[in-house]
């Protein structure tokens, strides 16, 4: 809690809390287990209003700030669950807020709203490109009012529970721009309306329960105006939503790093060994301590961007700051977790193991660390480019 801000967003922390007692561990357990989707809990999510956080009342959500939307996440992670079901309705907000027009907004954000569709995708990866997002190959050409899309994205997760999905493509070839960032563009597709001979998903199985797959775009048509913003200013037009992704990553990593230190101090002060709890020892201690500690200045740092993106910025270096620490924060966490509960860390009951593996995504998803910290060695050291 911050000086001044004793019971501020508490209404919706207790709300977050209640809900996610209706799903506990064996839930979460079973969806990892089966891989499955956690369909009850997104949709109580849903009806509840809260994944509609960052929706503006007048298009049916609750409008609230990202600060608050991160509170969300945060609860969720802290209570022992996963939000990276459903995450990606409030992240990909920022881009249509920013940059689609009054009639997309009008048609689509109160069915998100309500929960009648899902906005779930966010297609960006691809096989070939990885992290160097602006080689990315699938293009978008415009004929007679129709953009037909061809390429391949990859990790592009949620598409088989989703209607609607965010896509970044290239309608200019990278030969024929200034920048390589120039030259694309961003789309909302409604996968909906899409025959299935255009469109092949196929699930990766990973070692956390993620529902993630690639995508394979075949002459696949959508009408013209699925475009979001100014053709060719994609790019730009993604970064809104980037800075609003790694915010409310940072939050789930402020979560997790919650309930590993919650559950690390209470089975360092239950278990017994040699005649006295573990936790007596200061190797048991410190490691919690610390990780206290990484997550406390993460935390700050975290309400920092959230502020500023709040206030209209797009504030990049704070965002990924707030990322790169909370990762770190929520993965030390983890480790020291893991470590307090001995051979019980490894069992399925305790949770620990499941939290640990779904946690370590975030050291290389959305941008791997080392990506950020390129990022503020060029962007905000004012260092040479290393790539
Ligand atoms: C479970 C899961 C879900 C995901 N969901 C989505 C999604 O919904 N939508 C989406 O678009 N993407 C998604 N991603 C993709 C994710 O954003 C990428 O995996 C991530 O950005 C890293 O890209 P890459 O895997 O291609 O790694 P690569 O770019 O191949 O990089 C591999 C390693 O090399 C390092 N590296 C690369 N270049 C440099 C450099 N110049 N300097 C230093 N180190 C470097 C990277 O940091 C990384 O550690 C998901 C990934 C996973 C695993």
């Given amino acids: 809690m911050f000086i001044g801000e004793q019971g501020k967003f508490e209404e919706i922390r207790e709300g977050v809390r209640k809900l996610c007692s209706d799903f ?144 970044l493509c290239r309608t200019t070839p990278i030969n024929q721009v200034k920048k390589k960032s120039d030259g694309l563009s961003v789309f909302l597709v409604d996968l909906r309306t899409i025959p299935e001979h255009h469109l092949q998903v196929r699930p990766i199985r990973t070692m956390m329960n993620h529902a993630t797959t690639e995508i394979f775009f075949d002459n696949m048509p959508i009408p ?76 700050l740092m975290l309400k920092e961007a959230s502020l500023r993106y709040d206030s209209g910025e797009n504030p990049g270096e704070e965002a990924n700051l707030a990322k790169l620490l909370a990762a770190d924060a929520s993965w030390q966490a983890a480790e020291a977790c893991l470590q307090t509960h001995g051979g019980f860390g490894f069992a399925e009951e305790f949770d620990v193991e499941r939290k640990y593996r779904e946690t370590r995504l975030y050291q290389v998803a959305p941008i791997s660390t080392n990506l950020i910290l390129s990022y503020l060695a060029e962007h905000v050291l004012g260092m040479p480019r290393s790539y």
């Fill in 24 to 167: 506990g561990s064996q839930y979460w357990q079973r969806c990892d287990r089966e891989r499955a989707y956690p369909e009850e809990f997104v949709y109580a999510l849903t009806q509840s209003g809260y994944l509609a956080a960052l929706i503006p009342e007048q298009y049916g959500g609750v409008g609230l700030s990202i600060e608050a939307a991160g509170v969300i996440l945060e609860e969720i992670h802290h209570s022992g669950g996963n939000a990276g079901a459903c995450h990606a309705q409030m992240y990909t907000m920022g881009t249509i807020l920013r940059h689609g027009s009054d009639e997309q907004k009008a048609r689509y954000l109160p069915a998100i709203a309500d929960g009648s569709i899902r906005l779930q995708a966010f297609g960006v990866s691809e096989p070939e490109s990885g992290t160097d997002t602006s080689s990315l190959r699938t293009t978008a050409t415009l004929k007679d009012g129709l953009y037909t899309i061809n390429g391949q994205k990859i990790w592009t997760s949620r598409a088989e529970h989703t209607d609607l999905m965010l896509l």
């Fill in 224 to 299: 013209g105006d699925a475009l979001i913003g100014d053709e060719g200013e994609g790019f730009r037009h993604i970064l809104s939503g980037m800075n609003a992704e790694r915010i409310l990553i940072a939050a789930e990593c402020i979560g997790d790093a919650k309930w590993f230190i919650d559950k690390a101090v209470s089975y360092a002060n239950s278990r017994a060994v040699f005649g006295r709890p573990i936790g007596q020892n200061q190797g048991i201690q410190f490691p919690i301590a610390r990780a206290y500690a990484g997550m406390r200045a993460a935390e």
